[in-house]
């Protein structure tokens, strides 16, 4: 697979996640450690997904337990900080595009039994192609939160 827009969008949003000025949704929705933890947990799974094609199984991908507010809590608690956790998601990301590098055409085609909530939407709940598992990272998840991250900023008032 070609991991190439991956990588860039990891590179971006990694670059706006170590933005200072990242505060709390106005929303009530998640602040930018939560974000992180989520990602971590989504591409935790779905490299253990492309491991399990490649080691012959066939594995699934649901998302809801990257959604659970314990797990989210969980993952921030175990790093020190958002530079960790940051750091954590950037080692993450190159494992994920590491493993997604060496898949061959057979592997990327295998169908993956998927279940995907946004919120409390269900977005998909179908078999897809682990290489569309994969390139729904870099195309759609990782630019979203990227821009969910960005809404996060803080205005610095203005100085007279």
Request: net charge negative; with cysteine.
């Amino acid at each position: 697979m070609d991991t190439t827009g991956l990588r860039a969008a990891y590179d971006r949003l990694l670059d706006v996640a170590a933005m200072s000025d990242l505060g709390d949704a106005d929303d009530g929705g998640w602040n930018a450690d939560q974000i992180l933890a989520h990602l971590l947990s989504v591409d935790a799974a779905v490299a253990a997904v492309a491991l399990g094609v490649v080691a012959g199984s066939r594995p699934t991908f649901d998302n809801r337990i990257s959604l659970d507010p314990w797990n989210l809590d969980r993952i921030i608690a175990e790093h020190a900080g958002r530079a960790d956790l940051t750091a954590h998601l950037r080692s993450q990301a190159d494992v994920l595009c590491a493993i997604a590098d060496q898949l061959g055409e057979p592997a990327a085609a295998v169908l993956v039994p998927s279940l995907l909530l946004s919120g409390d939407e269900l977005v998909l709940d179908q078999p897809v192609p682990l290489a569309a598992l994969i390139d729904g990272l870099a195309e759609d998840h990782v630019p979203r939160h990227t821009r969910q991250l960005l809404d996060l900023r803080v205005a610095v008032p203005e100085r007279a």
